[in-house]
């Protein structure tokens, strides 16, 4: 896989912009759709807007009451349901496959299940349970990752502190987090991207750190204002280092394989990443908040 991506020549396959298409932020490829509708979340707009990747056209646009800034998304595939967090409202919408407003979890606060400016989010397993499936989500103003039921937000655990009270967390999973904005969930890592600290850090699914990665700077391995990141099927991670205007691709123990992308306007280049998904076939979508597009490489 490593000579896969080393190979791979990265020039956009296609650039999508559209008049909504304004400060877009996180992307995902619904699972029900065939690899045919991309979801993005429209900060500027108050809207989840939803393409058809092969032709460009806006398909339909996803709202709710009192959506503010829809940030992050993700999709569950049994319950066909859209789950986005809402940077500015600090809840999680929920949507049906159809985009019909369904329900909305959590509330402001600093307590188990309430959120503060939340970004990321990510369907994951249920260590506890085969069958089942959690939500990994970026309590970014909370400087944690909270581990919630989807059905109803309720609490489940979480990875990282406020200000230092440990409540009752297990003291395996004390660790610290300078705003955490993006996480991706393979099915045995939870990979968080700690922008304030701009390190990515990997965790068991039971909360335990493994490793972390990358510094301030801008070599290979380095990040300015890492935001976003994706796993692709073999567990490879992608990260949005927006501040340098690329990607950068790890393996999973965190070892760098490639970059990509070169600061700039048009097709192939960046100036901010703002969301990253990777299909099932291996292309990479990428939001980009300052060009006001989606490219597919």
């Known amino acids: 896989?490593?000579?896969?991506?080393?190979?791979?020549?990265?020039?956009?396959?296609?650039?999508?912009?559209?008049?909504?298409?304004?400060?877009?932020?996180?992307?995902?490829?619904?699972?029900?759709?065939?690899?045919?509708?991309?979801?993005?979340?429209?900060?500027?707009?108050?809207?989840?807007l939803v393409f058809d990747l092969t032709k460009g056209k806006l398909l339909q646009r996803l709202t709710a009451p009192n959506m503010?800034?829809?940030?992050?998304?993700?999709?569950?595939?049994?319950?066909?349901?859209?789950?986005?967090?809402?940077?500015?409202?600090?809840?999680?919408?929920?949507?049906d496959k159809d985009g019909r407003f369904l329900r909305k979890l959590c509330f402001k606060g600093h307590g188990e299940g309430q959120l503060r400016s939340p970004e990321g989010i990510s369907l994951g397993p249920d260590p506890a349970n085969q069958?089942?499936?959690?939500?990994?989500?970026?309590?970014?103003?909370?400087?944690?990752?909270?581990?919630?039921?989807?059905?109803?937000?309720?609490?489940?655990?979480?990875?990282?502190?406020?200000?230092?009270?440990?409540?009752?967390?297990?003291?395996s999973l004390l660790t610290e987090f300078n705003q955490p904005t993006g996480v991706a969930v393979s099915k045995d890592r939870i990979v968080v991207i700690d922008f304030g600290n701009r390190r990515v850090k990997l965790f068991t699914l039971?909360?335990?750190?493994?490793?972390?990665?990358?510094?301030?700077?801008?070599?290979?391995?380095?990040?300015?204002s890492p935001e976003c990141v994706a796993v692709d099927p073999l567990g490879f991670i992608l990260v949005g280092d927006s501040g340098n205007a690329r990607v950068q691709i790890?393996?999973?123990?965190?070892?760098?394989?490639?970059?990509?992308?070169?600061?700039?306007?048009?097709?192939?280049?960046?100036?901010?990443?703002?969301?990253l998904h990777v299909t099932p076939d291996m292309d990479i979508i990428v939001t980009d908040f300052k060009n006001h597009c989606m490219q597919i490489f």
């Open 1 to 48: 896989m490593c000579l896969y991506y080393r190979s791979r020549p990265f020039s956009a396959r296609a650039l999508l912009g559209h008049a909504l298409l304004h400060r877009p932020a996180g992307v995902g490829v619904a699972p029900w759709s065939a690899g045919s509708h991309v979801y993005v979340a429209g900060t500027d707009n108050n809207q989840v």
């Open 68 to 95: 503010k800034c829809p940030q992050g998304l993700t999709f569950c595939p049994h319950r066909m349901e859209i789950y986005v967090t809402d940077k500015w409202s600090h809840c999680i919408h929920v949507f």
């Open 131 to 171: 069958e089942g499936a959690l939500l990994y989500v970026c309590d970014t103003g909370n400087d944690r990752v909270q581990i919630l039921n989807p059905d109803n937000g309720s609490f489940i655990n979480q990875i990282g502190i406020i200000g230092g009270e440990k409540g009752r967390i297990n003291k």
């Open 206 to 224: 039971a909360g335990e750190k493994v490793k972390e990665f990358g510094a301030m700077g801008s070599s290979g391995g380095q990040f300015l």
């Open 250 to 275: 790890f393996q999973p123990d965190g070892a760098l394989v490639r970059v990509f992308g070169k600061r700039g306007a048009g097709p192939g280049k960046i100036r901010w990443v703002s969301g």
